[in-house]
Nanobody, 126 residues
C-alpha cells in the first residue's frame, strides 16, 4: 500500500525559511523521479520542483528559482524541500508525489504513487 506523508509546513513571516519533508513507503522510491506540488484554493496543483531518481537532475518553477532547493535520500525514502526567502505568494498546501520524466515541468506519475499524501500547509504572512 502506497503511503506518502508530508510534514514541515507552518506559518512564517515573509523572508523566513521552512524545510518540508516527505516520507514514502509502499513503492520503490529509489527508482522514481519525485516532485513537490503546491495548491491554493480554486487553483490547480502546480509543480514547484522535481528531482530525478538519483538526484542528478532538478527542475524549479521560475517563481522559486534561487530560493528553494529540492533533495532526496534514497536510503531513507525521504524527499525534502528547503524553502528560503519565503514570499506570501508561496502560501499553499504542499504535496509530494512521484513524477513522470521531466524537462520543463513537473507532472505527476500515473498510479497511486502520483497522488501524494494529505499535504502540509505553508502560510507566509506579509
Amino acid at each position: 500500500q502506497v503511503q506518502v506523508v508530508e510534514s514541515g509546513g507552518g506559518l512564517v513571516q515573509a523572508g523566513g525559511s521552512l524545510r518540508l519533508s516527505c516520507t514514502v513507503s509502499g513503492f520503490a522510491f529509489e527508482v522514481y523521479h519525485m516532485g513537490w506540488f503546491r495548491q491554493t484554493p480554486g487553483q490547480e496543483r502546480e509543480g514547484v520542483s522535481c528531482i530525478s531518481w538519483n538526484g542528478g537532475t532538478t527542475y524549479y518553477v521560475d517563481s522559486v528559482k534561487g530560493r528553494f532547493t529540492i533533495s532526496r535520500s534514497n536510503a531513507k525514502n525521504m524527499l525534502y524541500l528547503e524553502m528560503n526567502s519565503l514570499k506570501p505568494e508561496d502560501t499553499g498546501m504542499y504535496y509530494c508525489a512521484a513524477v513522470s520524466p521531466f524537462t520543463q515541468a513537473c507532472m505527476v506519475a500515473n498510479g497511486p504513487m502520483g497522488r501524494g499524501g494529505q499535504g502540509t500547509q505553508v502560510t507566509v504572512s506579509s
